[in-house]
Structure formats: C-alpha cells, structure tokens
C-alpha cells in the first residue's frame, strides 16, 4: 500500500492496466481524541474501487488511468470534532506510464 503522508507525493508512476491501494495518513493533522467519521474519494480518471478509513487514515483502490496523463485522486474526510465536525480534504497526483 502506498500511504502518503505530507506533501502528498506517489514517487512510483502507475500503469494504466494495474490496480493499486493508495492511502493518506490524517494523523499529523488531527487533534489528540479525534478521529475520522466519515472519508469519500473522488478522482479525475480511472476508477475508485473499495473505499476504506480507519480512525486515522483513508484508503482507496484505484485502476485505469491514460499513459501521459496524470491522475488527481482527492480524499474528503469528516471527523467527530466537537461542537462541530471537521472536514477538510488532500489530493494525490498520480503519474501514469505504461511500465
């Protein structure tokens, strides 16, 4: 599983035929006690396959994609923040190369 973590950057490129797991690590960027209630993925090419979270980190299957055109694939969390809940989002650039 690749999981980033700031700044966000997928250092392999992906081929347009496979399918990998992606993930971003929210640690860093939640209060101590909170967690994510809620993740949704939405990406500019290929297909989202097999959403996932954990109290900390967001995961995604993804496949296709076009050789030469990178795909952005961006992650929507919502936490359990008190009074109100938090949401804020990351996005991936995904280099597709035929491999």
Do not use: C, H
């Not at 954990?54 to 993804?62: I, M």
Request: proline share 6%.
């Amino acid at each position: 599983m690749t999981i980033a973590a700031w700044p966000y950057k997928v250092p392999e490129p992906k081929d347009p035929q496979a399918t990998l797991d992606y993930a971003i690590d929210w640690s860093d960027w939640l209060s101590e006690g909170e967690e994510i209630v809620n993740s949704v993925w939405a990406t500019s090419s290929g297909a989202i396959q097999s959403p996932s979270f954990t109290a900390t980190s967001a995961g995604v299957w993804l496949s296709g994609g076009d050789v030469g055109i990178a795909i952005m694939l961006t992650n929507t969390i919502t936490t359990n923040s008190t009074p109100v809940a938090r949401i804020d989002e990351r996005s991936l650039v995904i280099k597709v190369k035929q491999r």
